[in-house]
């Protein structure tokens, strides 16, 4: 199994698209944040968690799901730092291999030490990219392979029996 845990905050200050939403409201970004996670989780079949720590959300540590994407927000005085370290030795064992999305090289370095390895922002957006592209590519493909009717008929017929199928007559 692969799990992906994300630093939110870390993500949202380095990805343009997210950095313009956080500006206008943070809970927007963290949103969008939450549902390009759901996107990579569906398409790769990764675990994803996403880490916001409490220095922008004041309260109680909290743990919620979200598109099937897991969400934590740290305790008070917790950082997501210190919240991914203890996920990482958590979620750590033989068969699970951990990654962690994050451009803080303290991070790195310690999340490397416990046998995880990382992704930087940069890494995971090409990523999300390439995934997005590739289902693109994938949806044109199917669109292009759809099945052709046996007997030839004009445009307009077939859109009259499309209509009738779809019961808009």
Known sequence: MVVLIVDGYNIIGDWDELKQLKQKDLSQARDRLIELMAEYQAYSGSRVIIVFDAYY????????????????????????????????KKVKNVRTQIYVATSDYEEQR?????????????????????????ISHSVSEHMKARPKSKIPLNDDILEKFEKWRRGKM
Not at 115 to 133: D, F, I, P, T
């Open 110 to 134: 310690m999340i490397f030490g416990q046998g995880a390895l990382r992704k930087s922002a940069r890494e995971l957006k090409v990523e999300l990219e390439n995934m997005n592209r590739e």
């Open 57 to 88: 959300v004041r309260g109680i540590e909290s743990k919620l799901k979200q598109y099937k994407v897991e969400i934590i927000y740290t305790k008070e005085k917790e950082t997501a730092d210190e919240c991914i370290e203890r996920l990482v």
